[in-house]
């Protein structure tokens, strides 16, 4: 009566430790609560330590790339404008001021396209490594508590 109300109780202690990954632990050995306790906490942190560094996701993509874009569309435009040198003096210089400032805003435009959907790739990149860390992590705990004696249910 005594085995069955501690292994009731154990069962009991380790789905309520568990809620957050629904997994439920039976111990197969008969092992005691604090011995319970002591191997979840074990196990944790050992599945802990073997996870991947989470980075947080980087902002601000389409604000670089409308900068980069900017910065490559007024070299471009000065780059064109040297390029027809004898045609480029003819020309007022308000008026390759305003080339250069419309090829810049042109290239920031689509640098700020381009950002973005880089950003969103690197979110995208960054969701399914944390959901790998996530199944390694918790192949690991149950892994560590198998190999302690307890069967692992999800």
């Not at 568990?18 to 319970?36: D, R, V």
């Not at 942190?45 to 900068?67: D, F, I, K, L």
């Not at 960054?126 to 999800?154: H, I, K, L, W």
């Amino acid at each position: 009566m005594k085995t069955s109300f501690s292994s009731c109780t154990a069962t009991m202690l380790c789905a309520v430790c568990l809620c957050a990954t629904a997994q439920t632990i039976t111990p197969l050995k008969g092992q005691t609560s604090e011995i319970i306790q002591q191997d979840i906490a074990s196990c944790q942190a050992q599945a802990g330590s073997t996870s991947g560094t989470n980075t947080s996701p980087q902002s601000g993509g389409r604000v670089r790339g409308a900068a980069t874009g900017a910065v490559a569309g007024a070299a471009v435009a000065g780059a064109r404008g040297r390029q027809y040198d004898e045609v480029a003096d003819r020309v007022d210089d308000d008026v390759k001021q305003q080339y250069r400032q419309n090829k810049a805003k042109d290239a920031a435009v689509a640098g700020a396209v381009v950002g973005g959907s880089r950003q969103r790739q690197d979110r995208r990149e960054d969701r399914r490594s944390a959901e790998q860390n996530a199944a390694a992590t918790s192949s690991a705990y149950t892994s560590c508590m198998q190999q302690r004696g307890y069967q692992v249910t999800p």
